[in-house]
C-alpha cells in the first residue's frame, strides 16, 4: 500500500505510466530537455516531486486545433 510520501515522489516508471510512454522514452525526454531533471533522493534513487511534475504540466503550452469551417454556418 501506498502511502502519502510514496505519492510525493515519481519513478521513471511512474512517469511512464503517467504518460503512457517507455521508461526508455521518459530517460530520452530528461536528456533532450523535454522534461525536468530528476532529484537525487538518496544514492542512486532519482525521481521527480509530484507537485514539481504537476506544475511543469500546467506550464506547457495548450495545442490550438484548427478552426474547422461550415459553409453552413
Excluded at 522514452?25 to 530528476?38: F, H, K, M, S, Y
Excluded at 538518496?42 to 478552426?67: E, N, Y
Amino acid at each position: 500500500m501506498k502511502t502519502n510520501m510514496d505519492r510525493a515522489f515519481l519513478s521513471y516508471g511512474d512517469l511512464a505510466q503517467k504518460f503512457g510512454r517507455t521508461k526508455q522514452t521518459i530517460a530520452r525526454w530528461v536528456r533532450q530537455g523535454l522534461l525536468p531533471q530528476p532529484r537525487e533522493i538518496a544514492p542512486q534513487v532519482v525521481g521527480w516531486v509530484a507537485t514539481d511534475i504537476d506544475l511543469w504540466l500546467s506550464r506547457l503550452p495548450v495545442k490550438q486545433g484548427k478552426k474547422e469551417t461550415n459553409e453552413y454556418c
